[in-house]
């Protein structure tokens, strides 16, 4: 029994000292990896350089609409009495498509006729007031050569003749009145009847049978009508930082929310000088032309648009966390590398270098220098100095300094990287990058 107990003991003991070893082993090789890590072992995020196709872009967003629209009115005040055109209808230039309650503009043309007809009396009454006014005054003036009257009945009957000729005078301009009143009369009455101005399609109809409009202050619009659906246009608000980049004629693409799945081509028309001010913030109207001839876009749909401005096949590129990668302080005084700003002037915080006013790059366009971080021996980071063109905001196309294939780093395992504008962090700001590549999708 005592031989057991002493067995039992034994074995407690083994067992704690075993767990101390553990304890002490585990505690060894934790001081050991953090050790190593405080003297520089890090472990790096890298990217392969690789070919591919890219393109820069400009994107904004507006809205849809017809080339030609017309709004008909009514120039007249009046019951509607008809209506001969609706929504989605076809119409034709000259075709009635509506028509208001002609009984009392029927009513003026008849009244104005009546005038007509009273004022011709009138004229024929003054012709006859004058002949015999003439009549009379030839025979004072017969009588008066012979001494039989007095001077003052020949100054009678010329006063006589010149007041008849005044009134057939009078009475004919009150005769033009009376017919200028009737062709008012007459042109009131055929505006009753609403025609289409233009071929086109229906796209609002804004009156009902019955309706009253009334046309003394403005005229009321009765129809909206597009010349040609198969031909729209799409009104953009580009930024002032992205509008020197696009030209007449630049290959458009966009969708629409009732279509997400469909990318519909177009161009740019033009880029109106015209600018528009909002809160500080400059923008100008690009006109983008659009083929719509299966009539699937109507007007007034929201479009996001997106600029080509320029795309490249068969290049190196690289993902943009490689040029804003830079080493922690302690790797760079390890390799003896200095911070950009001791630099001189012309350095990019983040380890690039930019020329100022740029270089002409091998295909004619700005490219800028830039400095990124290849893995070398021993896991240490080396600078690779390397010539950028354009880029989508993801990746960025690399002109020299690399090949395909080459291994650069993006980040490192466990530390988050700086903030834009922080030391360490992206070159220069979102808005210059935004200046020098436009806005992407």
Known sequence: MVHGLLERRKKRRIIAGLAAVTVVGAGLFAWRVLWKR?????EYQTAKAE?????SQVTASGTLSPLVTVQVGSQVSGRILELKADFNDRVEKGQVIARIDPQLFQTEVAKARANLGSARAQVTRAEAELAQANRNHDR????????????????????????????????????????????????????????????????SRNVDVG?????????????????DLAKMEVHTSVAESDVGRLTEGMAVEFTVDAYPSDRFKATVKEVRYSPQ??????????VVSVDNSALKLRPGMTADV????????????????????R????????????????????????????????????????????LVWKLGAG????????????????????????????????????????????????????????????RFL
């Open 38 to 42: 405080g003297e520089g072992d890090v």
């Open 327 to 370: 080493p922690p302080e302690k790797i760079l005084d390890q390799i003896g590398w200095k911070p950009p700003e001791e630099r001189g002037p012309g350095v990019a915080a983040g380890g690039g270098v930019r020329k100022r006013g740029g270089e002409k790059g091998a295909r004619g366009e700005r490219a800028g220098r830039r």
């Open 277 to 286: 001010t909002v809160q500080n913030v400059v923008t100008y109207d690009a």
């Open 140 to 203: 004072t003036s017969g009588l008066s050569e012979q001494q039989v009257i007095a001077k003052a009945d020949v100054d009678a009957s010329l006063a006589a003749l010149q007041t008849a000729q005044a009134s057939v005078s009078a009475a004919r301009a009150m005769m033009s009145q009376a017919k200028a009143a009737v062709d008012q009369a007459e042109t009131n009455f055929q505006l009753t009847t609403i025609v289409s101005p233009i071929s086109g399609i229906v796209i």
């Open 51 to 55: 070919r591919g196709s890219l393109s």
């Open 379 to 438: 896991g240490v980071p080396v600078p690779a100095p390397i010539e950028i063109g354009i880029s989508d905001g993801k990746m960025t196309e690399v002109l020299h300094g690399l090949a395909a294939g080459d291994v650069v780093i993006v980040g490192v395992v466990g530390v988050e990287q700086p903030a834009a504008g922080q030391p360490g962090g992206p070159a220069g700001n979102d808005q210059n990058r935004r200046r020098q590549f436009g």
């Open 211 to 227: 309706q009253t409009v009334a046309a003394s202050l403005q005229a009321p619009t009765l129809f909206t009508i597009a010349e």
């Open 306 to 325: 997106t600029f080509l401005v320029e795309r490249r096949d068969d290049v190196v590129l690289v993902p943009n966390a490689a040029l804003r990668f």
